[in-house]
């Protein structure tokens, strides 16, 4: 929902990766419905940028994970209360509201009243590196993509891949995979002849390039040809200084992402180094109502792995709670044994011996 309807919500997460997730799911537990903001396009944050097929070893009663099956678990988990993703978007301003809630606003016009809020932020916003081509943004989402999008999108057409990390090999190998969904043609392209990434991925890139499946130039994008509204081409410039043309259909560029605290700074939150300060009783900030959670809190003995963010989940959930149902008792209930909470999960009660 966009534009100037007002969302009036329990809660709003900021934030969509596992720490943000597990928020929700905490929140539900306690009936509190939840909307979720990220300015990634995907759930699933950093893990899923940053180390999505990488393995992750200390998440609690799971030997060996990886980002992207961590994500989908954690969706998985959190189905069954339903939150509303508002994906692609930034919060830009919060404010407090005479009657204790916030109203809160994205950059696409989506706004909320809410009674809490979430910032489970990680270490920022992560805002892709982009190429500083004149006339370039105007193809953004329609030909010019800065994340890992669905290879139908590619399916028949020319793509350019941009960038030379293990990401940028990931994409151009799947791209160039045979099936129905294989792009017409697939060039990777990076401003130096050496590739970042591990040896095996390097060994299957070559062996890609031998067999023709996809080609790797040297060079950098300094201009681009469009016709009618349309990318056509563009102009790649090599180590020497001379210039081609390149006919694209699709471009993917992949130069990384940079973490940005972005609007957050201006809120009136209490911070120290760039993170918010919290209570450790509820993980509460210097603004009542506003918890923090994950990567972006700091306190005395703060450890900055992902068991810790959805501890720190927990009570803040049971702190929102409080102020979301005033006149009530918060009791602490488990899954295992507590029939409200199995409806709430929608499973059936365990047998009873």
């Known amino acids: ?104 606003e994205t950059s696409h016009g989506t706004m909320f009243l809410a009674k809490t809020l979430f910032i489970a932020a990680g270490v920022g916003s992560f805002q892709p590196k982009r190429l500083k081509i004149a006339g370039l943004d105007a193809f953004e989402n329609s030909q010019l993509f800065h994340h890992a999008s669905e290879s139908a999108l590619f399916a028949g057409k020319n793509v350019l891949v941009v960038g030379g990390d293990e990401t940028a090999i990931d994409q151009t190998a799947r791209l160039a995979q045979a099936g129905p969904q294989q792009a017409k043609s697939v060039t990777l392209l990076h401003r130096r002849d050496v590739l970042q990434a591990p040896p095996e991925v390097l060994v299957r890139f070559d062996a890609l390039r031998i067999n023709g499946g996809a080609r790797f130039q040297v060079g950098q994008v300094t201009g681009i040809d469009s016709e009618d509204g349309k990318l056509k081409a563009v ?95 918060i009791q602490l209930q488990y899954t295992t044994t507590s029939p409200k909470l199995h409806k709430l999960l929608g499973v059936e009660p365990p047998l009873v011996d």
């Open 1 to 104: 929902m966009t534009g100037t309807s007002m969302i009036q919500t329990d809660a709003v997460v900021i934030g969509a990766g596992p720490v943000g997730l597990f928020q929700v799911f905490q929140l539900g537990l306690l009936d509190i419905k939840a909307h979720v903001v990220d300015t990634l396009p995907h759930p699933g944050g950093q893990c899923i940028e940053l180390y999505a097929d990488k393995p992750i070893y200390d998440i609690p009663g799971t030997p060996r994970t990886s980002g992207r099956e961590l994500v989908a678990s954690l969706l998985k988990q959190i189905k069954p209360f339903g939150a509303s993703f508002h994906l692609g978007q930034e919060v830009t301003s919060v404010a407090p509201q005479a009657d204790g809630r916030f109203l809160v």
């Open 235 to 329: 102009r790649i410039t090599d180590v020497d200084g001379n210039t081609s043309a390149l006919q694209v259909d699709m471009m993917l560029v992949l130069l990384g992402l940079s973490p940005k605290l972005g609007p957050l700074m201006q809120w009136g939150l209490d911070m120290e180094r760039k993170q918010l300060l919290v209570d450790t009783e509820k993980f509460s900030t210097s603004i009542p109502g506003i918890f923090a959670v994950g990567d972006i809190n700091t306190y005395p003995g703060k450890k900055k792995l992902i068991l810790c963010g959805f501890h720190e989940c927990a009570l803040a959930a049971f702190g929102a709670a409080a102020l979301i149902f005033p006149d009530q008792k």
